[in-house]
C-alpha cells in the first residue's frame, strides 16, 4: 500500500493526510452520535416495555448477560442473574437493556 503514494509530491502527501484526517473527525462524530441514539433508543424502549418477571438479555461487565427483571424503577431495572457462578442482583442502568428472550428462545437454549 505504502508503494502508492510514492509517485505523490510532499505536498499532494500533506493534502492526503489533512483529508484523511478531516474525514476520521467527521466519521468519528457520527458514530459519537449514532451510539448516543442507540442508547436514547435502548432506555426508551427498555422503560416503556419491560415488565417484572420477563427474562432479557443485558450487560454487566462488558459481557451479555440474561436475568429475570425483579423490579422497575424510574431509570434502572433490577435483574437477577448468574455471573461466574454467583448469584446476582443488581440494578442495570436501561441503556444496558439488549433484548427481551421470548419462551422460545429460553425453550431452545
Do not use: P, W
Request: hydrophobic share 35%; with cysteine; glycine share 4%.
Amino acid at each position: 500500500m505504502k508503494e502508492e503514494f510514492n509517485d505523490l509530491s510532499v505536498k499532494e502527501l500533506r493534502e492526503l493526510k489533512q483529508a484523511i484526517a478531516d474525514l476520521i473527525k467527521e466519521k468519528s462524530s457520527k458514530e459519537k452520535v449514532d451510539k448516543e441514539i442507540e442508547k436514547t433508543n435502548k432506555f426508551n424502549f427498555a422503560k416503556e416495555n419491560l415488565k417484572v418477571g420477563e427474562i432479557v438479555l443485558f450487560t454487566y461487565k462488558g459481557e451479555e448477560c440474561e436475568g429475570e427483571v425483579a423490579k422497575l424503577n424510574d431509570k434502572t431495572f433490577t435483574v437477577t442473574f448468574s455471573h461466574s457462578g454467583e448469584d446476582k442482583v443488581l440494578a442495570r442502568a436501561y441503556h444496558l437493556f439488549i433484548l427481551k428472550v421470548s419462551e422460545e428462545e429460553k425453550d431452545i437454549a
